[in-house]
């Protein structure tokens, strides 16, 4: 799945998803355990709202069971996401001798 830079950088850009993007890295988390990771701070709708953000931007794999949904941080996509950015932005990044 290819995700367009812009869609990427814009999922990023709320402080709220980068909690939630925290709170789903390395495990699977339901709507509810992802308002109880965040302390109560932010209500099931609004992280409802931003699950659906990270998941059209690719950064989040999704899991049915039953009536539920679980959640984790799809950690390759970020990883190809943040490598686009640099090949885009700053191609040379990383090809010159640092000289400071």
């Known amino acids: 799945m290819k995700v367009d830079p812009v869609l990427f950088a814009k999922a990023l850009a709320d402080?709220?998803?980068?909690?939630?993007?925290?709170?789903?890295?390395?495990?699977?988390?339901?709507?509810?355990?992802?308002?109880?990771?965040?302390?109560?701070?932010?209500?099931?709708?609004?992280?409802?709202?931003?699950?659906?953000k990270l998941e059209e931007a690719g950064l989040v794999m999704v899991r049915q069971e039953g009536r539920q949904r679980f959640y984790?941080?799809?950690?390759?996509q970020v990883t190809v996401c943040c490598g686009n950015l640099i090949q885009r932005f700053a191609p040379e990044y990383g090809k010159k001798p640092d000289c400071r």
């Open 15 to 52: 402080e709220t998803r980068q909690e939630i993007m925290k709170c789903l890295c390395c495990v699977w988390l339901s709507v509810n355990d992802v308002v109880d990771a965040l302390g109560g701070k932010v209500n099931q709708p609004t992280v409802s709202h931003h699950l659906k």
């Open 72 to 76: 984790t941080l799809n950690q390759e």
